[in-house]
């Protein structure tokens, strides 16, 4: 397991100084790949939490993680949000520990029908609320590292 990490550390630190485009990994649930220094090269990272205590503790320690290995951009993207007093809550939690919060993903019963299906949420459901959402965080993202939506 750990020379999966040490590859992907390095595969990413080669891609930060040699591409001109932008490269997204989705690293795995937990705080290892953290721990790990796996994600030491990113130059921004989303804690995706849930409106649940247990994952909003994850997101936080994530987040302070991320910190601490010098990423600059990090901020929290809340996930799977059924209703107003959920996203209150998560932005209450995250104003309390000093989180910045990116946005919120609506739950949105076109990504579980896709997950399902073994597809993509885009392709099951391109309308879908979720789509737009993430469409939305992408470009918020981009603006927030003054990337202007340039890439």
Not at 111 to 128: C, K, L, N, S, Y
Request: aromatic share 4%; proline share 4%.
């Amino acid at each position: 397991m750990c020379r999966t990490h040490a590859t992907v550390r390095s595969l990413l630190g080669a891609l930060v100084g040699s591409v001109e485009e932008l490269t997204v990994a989705d690293m795995e649930a937990g705080l290892e790949h953290l721990s790990r220094g796996t994600a030491r090269h990113a130059d921004a990272m989303l804690a995706v939490v849930e409106p649940y205590f247990k994952s909003l503790e994850t997101g936080r320690k994530a987040y302070e993680c991320a910190r601490e290995l010098g990423i600059p951009h990090v901020y929290v993207v809340a996930n799977k949000v059924r209703t107003p007093e959920e996203h209150d809550a998560i932005a209450a939690f995250c104003r309390r520990h000093g989180l910045q919060l990116l946005g919120a993903v609506p739950y949105d019963e076109a990504f579980a029908a896709a997950d399902r299906e073994g597809r993509a949420p885009i392709d099951v459901a391109p309308q879908a609320r979720g789509i737009a959402e993430i469409a939305a965080l992408a470009r918020r993202l981009l603006d927030a590292r003054g990337n202007g939506g340039e890439r």
